[in-house]
């Protein structure tokens, strides 16, 4: 059966740490990079007589994710022990949270290109968000025939969020990465350093034929650590469901892991159903009721987050839906751009260049908006230098990499470079005068209705001038001197 005729269902789970100092139930740090085991008590290390206590900021920034994503809020919370053994989980148990989540159902809004290039919508239900306690971490590397445990993220503060099985494709999944992640940047709850940790996704893979409503049986990948590992583990998995069942065979619910090298899942463990956890309710944490005073308390302190600062761009400063969508996926990101304003820059032309030339030279020196050696000033002063036909945008492409290389101006390039922009008519005639008697199959073709070589006789005054012609002039020096006579 071809690949098309199969419907893919897809949810996703993400754990993200939540930015705080301490661990959720005792005082220890959560700092990363300190020797393996330095931040480590009796309480997160599960010691007889240890008592968990419940750290309020991690509840108050759980709390502001739900309200983000427009969950109902619980009024009553209780936490529970997970029951697993696993060599990282010193307790054999995880404090996490079952029948009654901090979070309940909500929902996020994703947004996809669209066939004409505009952006589609489309409402993508969270079913929980719930807090717990992350474990520790196997050490495999350079060891031979051992493993070691550092026990320095067991208690470290997680939220799960959980999604409904609504996303349809690798690529929907990665615009709800996107987006969640954009919203937990706004609202500062997390670094989302997914390197270190702090985000981390499953995936929950099934396939049915189109069409059909039951769901089929689902695989579930864990420990993906980058948006391009969950597209391209999801889409293997699709792939390789859909190539069992046209085999006949029948999909196995189960646990899988995705191995970034041979682009492909392989077998971790048999899928656990709740009941294989036997949950049962923390007694060391009684359970409590959330006002909705606190809860309307931390609503307050809610950020302009990224769908709300989309529409203010488009409205205020005119960007198509795309671009403004494009410019706040990253908080620095937005924030750049807003900078870049403060001096009276064109804000198409600010976001242009950010979207197209400045990007591109970040991503090829492996920088982040936030460490880029051009600053929004200087970039707001570089496009000043168009707008008022100092250079032309030719000469301004040359121009940002030598800033970027060497932290100067713009000004100061353009001068050390003699790059002023040419508008003197008279020389500019006399180059085009060179390039029509060099050119007369394009000047007939001109002539014949042929308007694509005007482009071209244009381009070669460009070069003749060594990009320093003001293109406009030129462009309408040559229209007037190849009118028919």
């Given at each position: 059966m071809p690949l098309d005729d199969y419907e893919p269902v897809i949810g996703l789970e993400v754990h993200t740490q939540l930015d705080t100092k301490s661990k959720i139930f005792c005082s220890c740090s959560t700092r990363f990079g300190?020797?393996?085991?330095?931040?480590?008590?009796?309480?997160?290390?599960?010691?007889?007589?240890s008592l968990p206590v419940l750290n309020e900021e991690a509840l108050r920034l759980g709390i502001k994710v739900g309200l983000a994503l427009n969950c109902k809020i619980s009024e009553r919370l209780k936490f529970d022990r997970k029951n697993y053994f696993y060599p990282d989980l010193p307790k054999?148990?995880?404090?996490?949270?079952?029948?009654?989540?901090?979070?309940?159902?909500?929902?996020?809004?994703?947004?996809?290109?669209?066939?004409?290039?505009?952006?589609?919508?489309?409402?993508?239900?969270?079913?929980?968000?719930?807090?717990?306690?992350?474990?520790?971490?196997?050490?495999?590397?350079?060891?031979?025939?051992?493993?070691?445990?550092?026990?320095?993220?067991?208690?470290?503060?997680?939220?799960?969020?959980?999604?409904?099985?609504?996303?349809?494709?690798?690529?929907?999944?990665?615009?709800?990465?996107?987006?969640?992640?954009?919203?937990?940047?706004?609202?500062?709850?997390?670094?989302?350093?997914?390197?270190?940790?702090?985000?981390?996704?499953?995936?929950?893979?099934?396939?049915?034929?189109?069409?059909?409503?039951?769901?089929?049986?689902?695989?579930?990948?864990?420990?993906?650590?980058?948006?391009?590992a969950v597209q391209k583990a999801i889409q293997y998995e699709i792939e390789r469901q859909a190539a069992m069942l046209d085999n006949g065979e029948r999909v196995v619910q189960e646990t899988r892991l995705w191995n970034d090298d041979k682009g492909q899942t392989f077998?971790?463990?048999?899928?656990?159903e709740a009941h294989d956890y036997r949950y049962f309710p923390e007694p060391d944490l009684v359970p409590f009721t959330l006002s909705a005073e606190t809860v309307e308390a931390i609503r307050k302190t809610l950020p302009e987050l990224p769908a709300a600062r989309a529409a203010r761009l488009a409205k205020n400063y005119g960007l198509s839906a795309y671009d403004a969508a494009v410019l706040v996926q990253e908080k620095p990101l937005a924030n750049y751009f807003e900078d870049c304003l403060k001096s009276k820059a064109n804000p198409k032309m600010v976001s242009n260049w950010i979207q197209s030339e400045l990007l591109a030279l970040l991503n090829l020196n492996k920088l982040t908006i936030e460490n880029s050696p051009v600053k929004a000033e200087?970039?707001?002063?570089?496009?000043?230098?168009?707008?008022?036909?100092?250079?032309?945008?030719?000469?301004?492409?040359?121009?940002?990499?030598?800033?970027?290389?060497?932290?100067?101006?713009?000004?100061?390039?353009?001068k050390e470079k003699g790059w002023v922009q040419v508008t003197d008519t008279k020389f500019i005639e006399e180059i085009a005068d060179g390039v029509i008697e060099a050119n007369p199959k394009s000047v007939t073709d001109f002539r014949a209705g042929k308007n694509q070589a005007l482009g071209f006789l244009v381009g070669q005054v460009m070069k003749a001038s060594q990009g320093k012609a003001n293109p406009k002039l030129a462009n309408e020096i040559l229209v007037k001197k190849l009118q028919p006579q």
């Open positions: 300190c020797e393996p085991n330095q931040n480590t008590c009796p309480t997160c290390m599960g010691m007889p007589g054999a148990y995880q404090i996490s949270q079952f029948d009654m989540p901090v979070n309940g159902p909500g929902w996020l809004m994703i947004e996809l290109k669209g066939a004409d290039g505009g952006l589609v919508e489309r409402k993508i239900r969270v079913h929980r968000a719930h807090l717990e306690e992350d474990a520790g971490k196997l050490l495999h590397e350079g060891i031979e025939g051992a493993s070691l445990v550092d026990f320095n993220r067991a208690g470290v503060p997680l939220l799960e969020i959980v999604s409904e099985p609504d996303l349809r494709s690798p690529e929907e999944a990665y615009a709800y990465l996107t987006a969640l992640k954009a919203i937990l940047q706004y609202l500062e709850v997390s670094d989302c350093n997914m390197e270190e940790g702090s985000l981390r996704c499953d995936a929950n893979v099934s396939i049915r034929k189109k069409g059909e409503t039951k769901l089929g049986t689902k695989a579930e990948v864990k420990n993906l650590n980058s948006f391009k077998l971790m463990r048999s899928k656990e200087a970039l707001a002063g570089l496009i000043a230098l168009i707008e008022n036909n100092t250079i032309n945008g030719k000469i301004a492409k040359d121009v940002l990499p030598l800033m970027f290389e060497t932290g100067k101006p713009a000004g100061e390039i353009v």
